[in-house]
């Protein structure tokens, strides 16, 4: 079946120093695009980076991603974490069953914590 | 600009009792909507989809129920509410579904437990 691994549990770092989180996919279906939400405390998920491109790094917000579809990989970089950084990280491909419809699936998340 | 509301907040409600949550889209005609829910420590799971008005998929059973009375509205109940009910209930929207991956919009979500 089809499965979406990242870095599980608690990512600790400290303030200024890189930070990356890890997402990595097992599927049988066509890989259509990429996804990284983020979810900040006591609010809803929203979308931080979004790539269909293979081999092409995809930028927002400082933080960086590029779609490795020969790896099924698609890790989430930050060369300087913020305090602001601080959330929960999901990582969400979208599949296509070969039908008309994509679905997207959500990893299990990835909480960031940014210490001073 | 698009805005999606949901409600309530926040419910607390007993074992057996009936459930009825809500969202309403503005700005944007005939958007695909969902219903996703969080356990606490948990990833989101899609529950339903609706593309149109009166049509609604079911991904995952839980015992709920969805409906799209409206272009602009999704609800999501159930007659008996179960202890496993607890959760986050998230409402989003997209553009469609299609062979293009669409963003989704997340509405602030209803928090529920069940006691």
């Known amino acids: 079946g089809d499965s979406v691994t990242q870095t599980e549990g608690l990512v600790t770092v400290t303030e200024g120093l890189p930070v990356k989180l890890n997402c990595t996919y097992q599927?049988?279906?066509?890989?259509?695009?990429f996804f990284w939400y983020v979810q900040y405390l006591n609010e809803a998920p929203q979308v931080l980076l979004k790539?269909?491109?293979?081999?092409k790094r995809t930028e927002h917000q400082g933080f960086h991603a590029t779609l490795h579809k020969s790896s099924s990989s698609f890790h989430l970089q930050k060369s300087s974490a913020q305090l602001s950084d601080s959330a929960l990280y999901y990582c969400?491909?979208?599949?296509?069953?070969?039908?008309?419809?994509?679905?997207?699936?959500f990893g299990k998340g990835t909480k960031l914590s940014v210490k001073s | 600009a698009q805005t999606i509301h949901q409600w309530p907040v926040a419910e607390i409600k007993a074992v057996g009792s009936p459930l009825s949550l809500g969202c309403t889209i503005k700005?944007?005609?005939?958007?695909?909507l969902y219903w996703y829910w969080q356990a606490t420590g948990g990833t989101l799971q899609q529950l339903f989809y609706?593309?149109?008005?009166?049509?609604v998929e079911s991904v995952v059973q839980l015992n709920l129920s969805a409906s799209r009375p409206k272009d602009d509205q999704f609800i999501l109940s159930t007659e008996k509410l179960l202890l496993s009910h607890s959760g986050f209930y998230l409402c989003?929207?997209?553009?469609?579904?299609?062979?293009?991956?669409?963003?989704?919009?997340f509405g602030s979500g209803t928090r529920l437990t069940v006691l």
């Open positions: 989003a929207w997209s553009l469609g579904l299609g062979a293009s991956a669409e963003t989704l919009y």
């Open positions: 609706s593309i149109t008005v009166g049509q």
């Open positions: 969400a491909p979208v599949l296509n069953s070969g039908g008309s419809n994509a679905k997207l699936t």
């Open positions: 790539s269909s491109t293979d081999n």
């Open positions: 700005g944007k005609s005939s958007p695909n």
């Open positions: 599927t049988t279906y066509l890989t259509i695009a």
